[in-house]
């Protein structure tokens, strides 16, 4: 994915930042972006955001187009950088404040957009035994997290790669968080104050597709993800 | 050429520092490079009795730190290989005798003279395990195929990440390969799967490993050994060669049949 491109996954839908650039070009690099995950984003609704600072109705009009053809709605346009005041379109407009800090406030009916615990931190490797990684907010592990590694975090946890080791969402008695990982082998799974252990199985061999982890019927139980 | 430093650790203990550190010292020394290996083991010193020189120990690393002696006057020559030397451990203090930043010095003090500097080191995390970590270029971890191990060697290898030592290589000790062939022993992707650095020699079990330690006669020496000819290979690929792993199969009749009709 091209860095003028900025995706990010919410509760309630998708938010597509268009970075800095030539707009020709940032349009290019969306269309690509959408055609190569087509089935994906068909039917589906975006937040549309733009970072640009010269922003024309044309502009913005080419890009609903363009996700229009792709059989993707455009919930609302969230100028950043861009200045929106000249736009007409047949989203709902809102200007950001771009000095604001990260923590972006929408108006009642998208607010649901950002989740609540929205510091989330990004760890780009897998993390061996012994280390651990601890946070207030969600976490996001790119890597495995081998046997005595551990995570904890009060939001939600998702690893994308194998756990092995302990990992505690909702740390501080939130029951409603989730673990998501692409193998769950944990040797311990915590959500909120409920501890789970994985079902015996001979040598942690069998192979399981990616997995979420939730309380249900006060029980930590998990799910394949489609 | 100056000498390249490497220390072999594991984290688990028993897994086979030792021997390796013995046998791959003796096989480089073999293939004529100038080898001096370290114990580093100090107060559980191993690796003399492994080599068969514990009667030829006059002084050790301790008296060396510690100026009593000058480090050629500690080191022993072996007793059948001229370019290969012991640096013994002492016996009768522990790990807080000498410090990182003394190891170091010691080893840089060696450099010019050597080819390879080989460091055996302690089992565990602390003192020890940083004593013989910190001079080292290159670190070799050695695991066995069982859960415990591989979970000490990636404790091992996160210290080692994180204090910038990434030049590590992995050798696994003690297979058996029937029981890997029937699942109930790991499989070497499996570790390879949780340890994730790069893969430099495979050792299988051998019951030779342990008449050759209590001879004091490494098994390097002799290839006819299945675990000499796997210390032979791994010496060849530290100095560049490239040399396909062992295979694990048994290559009985029954195999070749099978191999023949296709299966």
């Not at chain 1, 455009?74 to 950001?96: F, M």
């Not at chain 2, 994180?162 to 992707?189: F, G, Q, T, Y």
Request: aromatic share 4%; charged share 25%; net charge negative.
């Amino acid at each position: 994915m091209s860095s003028a491109i900025a995706i990010k996954g919410t509760r309630d839908g998708l938010l597509l930042t268009l970075g800095d650039g030539e707009m020709d070009h940032l349009l290019a690099e969306l269309q690509s972006f959408i055609a190569k995950q087509e089935s994906f984003f068909r039917g589906g609704e975006v937040v549309l955001r733009f970072n640009e600072h010269k922003l024309a109705s044309r502009d913005v009009m080419r890009a609903m187009g363009m996700l229009d053809r792709f059989g993707v709605s455009v919930r609302a346009i969230l100028g950043r950088g861009a200045d929106l005041s000249s736009i007409e379109a047949s989203a709902e407009t809102l200007q950001e404040d771009e000095t604001a800090a990260p923590r972006i406030e929408f108006p009642t009916q998208i607010s649901s957009l950002v989740s609540e615990a929205s510091s989330g931190i990004l760890v780009k490797r897998t993390l061996r035994s012994g280390q651990s990684v601890n946070h207030t907010g969600h976490v996001v592990i790119v890597g495995d997290v081998n046997s005595g590694a551990e995570v904890v975090a009060e939001g939600d946890i998702v690893v994308w790669g194998r756990v092995r080791g302990i990992v505690h969402a909702g740390a501080t008695g939130d029951e409603t968080r989730c673990i998501c990982a692409l193998a769950l082998a944990p040797t311990q799974l915590r959500i909120g104050n409920r501890i789970a252990r994985s079902p015996e199985n001979k040598a942690g061999r069998t192979e399981f597709g990616p997995e979420r982890a939730f309380v249900s019927n006060d029980q930590i139980v998990a799910e394949e993800w489609h | 050429m100056a000498a390249r430093i490497l220390t072999v650790t594991s984290g688990k203990g028993g897994v086979g520092k030792t021997t390796l550190t013995a046998n791959l010292s003796t096989a480089l020394a073999v293939q004529g490079q100038r080898v001096v290996a370290i114990d580093a083991d100090i107060g559980l010193r191993n690796l003399d009795v492994v080599m068969g020189l514990e009667n030829r120990i006059v002084y050790d690393l301790v008296d060396v730190v510690e100026g009593r002696c000058r480090l050629r006057q500690a080191m022993v020559r072996d007793k059948r290989l001229s370019e290969l030397y012991l640096l013994p451990a002492a016996q009768t203090r522990d790990k807080n005798a000498v410090n990182p930043e003394q190891m170091v010095e010691l080893c840089d003090g060696l450099r010019p003279d050597f080819d390879f500097i080989i460091l055996d080191s302690p089992a565990g995390i602390e003192q020890g395990f940083r004593n013989a970590v910190s001079p080292a270029d290159e670190v070799i971890i050695v695991t066995t195929p069982e859960m415990s191990a591989v979970r000490d060697a990636d404790r091992i290898i996160g210290l080692l990440e994180a204090s910038e030592k990434e030049a590590m290589s992995l050798v696994i000790n003690r297979i058996r390969p029937e029981m890997i062939r029937r699942e109930d022993m790991l499989n070497i992707d499996d570790v390879l799967d949780v340890l994730a650095i790069s893969l430099l020699g495979i050792v299988p079990e051998d019951e030779k490993i342990i008449i050759s330690t209590n001879r004091g006669h490494p098994l390097a020496m002799d290839n006819h050994s299945s675990a000499g000819q796997a210390f032979n290979n791994i010496a060849g690929r530290i100095m560049g060669q490239d040399i396909p792993f062992i295979s694990l199969d048994k290559d009985t009749v029954l195999t070749r049949i099978k191999r023949f009709f296709g299966a």
